[in-house]
């Protein structure tokens, strides 16, 4: 069998064990904006878009990348991370050295979720992330229930809205690119999330004008938003959408 085989058969089985259901009761659709690897340009310039209009996002973080070039942009630097905390953003995980989880043993991939928690604590200064996003949305069964046993969430690149429930083992998201799905299409499909009372997560990396390969535009990020406000979304960072959903189900 190929290896190609072998891991599209190991994704497959991931998403069907290892299973930690969230009810999304009924209620007002949410939409969530994430950002991977956090480029200076998301961190800076992504903040400011999401503050402009009152919301918070999820960065998910490499420690491993601090001050480096990572497909040719410049990533975030310890200040950064300090200033999204700071500003109630919510910071996650997404290994250390930023390398794909699915080869990686038990034993190598507790190392990168202990070494990134080690770098939050210990230069950032806040607390180790609760929340988690698999690099280049590489996972399979083992990385899948070891990741499981250390985080609250743990999100995937495979898009889809969350209607009915959603497995917080396997979070499901949607690219935002520029040259990605049609705005036609992402306009829809937030306004499928708010009609369905549903959860959409959305993740991107650097906000810059032209837009670079995995990421997109200033304009697009600000329309977004825009989208996920005209259908009547809730626009809430990871966890705090988890939570939210978790006090519809608890109801008054």
């Not at 998403?15 to 961190?43: E, H, K, M, N, T």
């Not at 043993?105 to 698999?134: K, T, W, Y």
């Not at 996972?139 to 999100?155: E, N």
């Not at 825009?226 to 705090?240: E, F, M, N, T």
Request: overall charge neutral; aromatic content about 6%; proline content about 5%.
């Amino acid at each position: 069998m190929s290896q190609d085989l072998l891991r599209r058969a190991d994704r497959w089985l991931a998403r069907r064990v290892a299973r930690r259901p969230l009810a999304l009761s009924q209620g007002p659709g949410v939409l969530s904006i994430s950002f991977d690897d956090a480029p200076a340009s998301a961190c800076r310039l992504g903040r400011e878009l999401l503050e402009d209009e009152g919301v918070r996002g999820t960065w998910y973080i490499a420690g491993g990348l601090t001050d480096r070039l990572e497909q040719g942009q410049l990533c975030h630097a310890v200040t950064d991370l300090q200033t999204l905390a700071a500003h109630g953003h919510e910071l996650g995980c997404h290994t250390f050295s930023h390398r794909p989880c699915r080869p990686l043993s038990a034993a190598e991939l507790l190392a990168e979720i202990r070494r990134n928690a080690e770098f939050f604590v210990q230069e950032v200064g806040v607390a180790a992330p609760r929340h988690f996003s698999f690099p280049l949305g590489d996972y399979g069964v083992l990385s899948k229930r070891l990741a499981a046993q250390h985080f609250d969430s743990l999100r995937l690149t495979r898009p889809g809205i969350h209607q009915g429930h959603a497995d917080l083992n396997g979070l499901q998201a949607q690219a935002l690119y520029g040259d990605g799905l049609p705005a036609e299409a992402l306009q829809a499909l937030i306004e499928q999330t708010a009609h369905l009372g549903g959860w959409l997560i959305l993740y991107t990396h650097a906000i810059t004008e032209p837009h670079v390969r995995w990421g997109c535009t200033p304009a697009q990020l600000r329309q977004v938003l825009k989208w996920g406000r005209q259908a009547g979304c809730s626009i809430l960072p990871v966890g705090q959408a988890i939570e939210a959903f978790r006090a519809r189900a608890t109801g008054p």
